[in-house]
Each structure stands twice: as structure tokens, then as C-alpha cells.
């Protein structure tokens, strides 16, 4: 199983990003896909959820109205659209797949909203 990340950057408060998650190695459209942030200091969050056929989406109250989570499973790929971002979501974002017991983390892209 590997997942890979991309699209992270530097932007300024209010600016949009596109992140990127590959998946390989599994059968990506059977899988409830997550993404999941780190920001220094502070625990790992859950910032998104979508369902295996991309109908069902959850997101954290701090991110509702300005991300979308959305996937591509003829591609093996799940995108956030982050748009009128702020300093505060300033983190290492993840995405992560949970197949039977364990769960599979992607190395991390880092998103920084700083002017």
C-alpha cells in the first residue's frame, strides 16, 4: 500500500491550494478515504472523510464551507480543495486509508498560509 501526497506550498491568508493524494497498492475505490492534518505543536486531526464512491463527505466544523473533499477512483486519487484559507490551518497534511486493522498514512505535504 503506498500513498503519496502533493501539492502543498506557501499561499497568503484567503488563497486556494489543491492537494493531491495517489494511491496504489489496494483497491483504492473499495475504501473510505481520509484526510488528516498536523500542525507543529499540536495532535493529528481529522480534517475530512469521503466515502469509496464519493457520495458520502464529513469534514471538520473548522474547515466546513471552505474545503472539498472529492476523489477520481478511475485515477486512484482524492483531492482537497482548500479555499479562503487562514494561518491557522497551517499544518502537515496526510491522507490515510484504514484497511481491516491497520491503517496507511502518506508521507505528509506541507501546507503554510502565512502573508
Known amino acids: 500500500v503506498q500513498l503519496v501526497e502533493s501539492g502543498g506550498g506557501l499561499v497568503q491568508p484567503g488563497g486556494s491550494l489543491r492537494l493531491s493524494c495517489a494511491g496504489s497498492?489496494?483497491?483504492?475505490?473499495?475504501?473510505?478515504m481520509t484526510w488528516y492534518r498536523q500542525a507543529p505543536g499540536k495532535e493529528r486531526e481529522l480534517v475530512a472523510g469521503?466515502?469509496?464512491?464519493?457520495?458520502?463527505?464529513n469534514y471538520a466544523d473548522s474547515v466546513k464551507g471552505r474545503f472539498t473533499i472529492s476523489r477520481d477512483n478511475g485515477k486512484n486519487t482524492m483531492y482537497l480543495q482548500m479555499n479562503s484559507l487562514k494561518p491557522e490551518d497551517t499544518a502537515v497534511y496526510f491522507c490515510?486509508?484504514?484497511?481491516?486493522?491497520?491503517?496507511?498514512w502518506g508521507q505528509g505535504t506541507q501546507v503554510t498560509v502565512s502573508s
Open positions: 490515510r486509508v484504514q484497511i481491516t486493522w491497520r491503517a496507511y
Open positions: 469521503i466515502s469509496s464512491d464519493g457520495g458520502n463527505t
Open positions: 497498492g489496494f483497491t483504492f475505490s473499495n475504501r473510505y
